[in-house]
């Protein structure tokens, strides 16, 4: 077995990844707010805080101290407490997705689309600041650790870091599968029909590997920074939510953030020309040349 871990570290992660999470979210999915099997309202936030910490986080260390032994181990941790020098990384971090809307906003509104900012100044703090920094503590942070540090990092070595991106879009989309299907989970309602077709699309595709791909970006543009992976990952979500959307963006649709996404990643693209800061991370064991889908 541990053989076999060795030679398939990203693939022995998922395997014993993607069973954890239809166990750990089946609770809430057999709810009331689910399929209806239980007559019972069973929020999906335990399953999915669970997933975190002992799916994504636990399971990229004891597979990185199988394959890389204690070292390896350091290394990883390493990424937690790495803080880049200038303010520029934690600007960008915290304020793209903001900045995104306000200039699509602008473009629709006008002027009058800073008058939420100037009636709502404080809620900058407390609808969105404070909610971002707790939840990419508590759970983005961890969540980073598997995808980013883990698993990207490790295919960006054999793939590149835009291909590694592409694959772990879906990767990344599927483990929240199983909220499409919960009221609440990927949206306030409960998706039907062809719904969820475009939710799927969504998480699978359009929305997720634009974000892999920026993420990714960012990750190897501050040495491996799991702190501001974490804040830009959790930004994209606060910013698209409910409460920010009608606070500060009312009538603006929250599917410009992705469009925004979008453009922005596939410029990094360009202008890097596929790099998308890569570098070899010191220390980092080599990866052997041998064929993609076995090393994986």
């Known amino acids: 077995m541990k053989t076999w871990i060795r030679n398939h570290p990203v693939g022995a992660f998922l395997v014993a990844l993607y069973p954890l999470m239809w166990l750990l979210s089946l609770p809430a999915l057999l709810g009331t707010e689910g399929v209806g099997v239980i007559p019972v309202a069973i929020p999906p936030d ?48 915290l304020f793209l997705s903001p900045a995104i809307m306000l200039l699509v906003s602008l ?13 709502h100044a404080s809620e900058i703090v407390t609808v969105y ?15 980073e650790c598997g995808w980013m540090a883990f698993v990207t990092a490790r295919l960006q070595r054999r793939w590149g870091p835009v ?35 475009e939710y799927m699309v969504f998480l699978l ?14 990750y190897n543009a501050t040495g491996g920074s799991l702190v501001l992976v974490a804040l830009l990952h959790q930004s994209f979500d606060i910013t698209g939510s409910p409460a920010v959307l009608n606070t500060f963006y009312p009538g603006v649709n929250g599917l410009w953030l992705y469009a925004g996404i979008i453009t922005i990643a596939l410029a990094l693209v360009g202008i890097t020309r596929g790099r998308l800061g890569y570098r070899a991370e010191p220390g980092a064991m080599p990866t052997q040349a041998v064929p993609a889908v076995a090393g994986a």
């Not at 404070?130 to 969540?143: D, G, K, P, Q, T």
């Not at 595709?205 to 960012?218: G, K, Q």
């Open 205 to 218: 595709f359009l929305f997720t590997i634009p974000v892999r791909i920026l993420v990714t970006w960012l």
């Open 107 to 119: 473009a629709i509104r006008g002027g009058s689309a800073l008058t939420p900012f100037q009636m």
């Open 163 to 197: 291909a590694a991106s592409v694959s772990v879009g879906p990767l990344f989309g599927f483990i929240h599968f199983p909220l499409i299907f919960i009221a609440g989970g990927v949206t306030y309602g409960k998706p039907h029909g062809i719904e969820i077709l």
């Open 46 to 93: 335990p399953g999915l805080l669970a997933i975190t910490i002992f799916g994504l986080l636990c399971l990229s260390l004891l597979i990185t101290g199988i394959v890389d032994g204690k070292a390896g181990m350091r290394r990883l941790l390493r990424h937690f407490y790495a803080f880049p020098k200038g303010p520029q990384w934690y600007m960008l971090a």
């Open 129 to 143: 600041l404070v909610n971002l920094v707790i939840v990419a503590a508590l759970i983005s942070i961890s969540e």
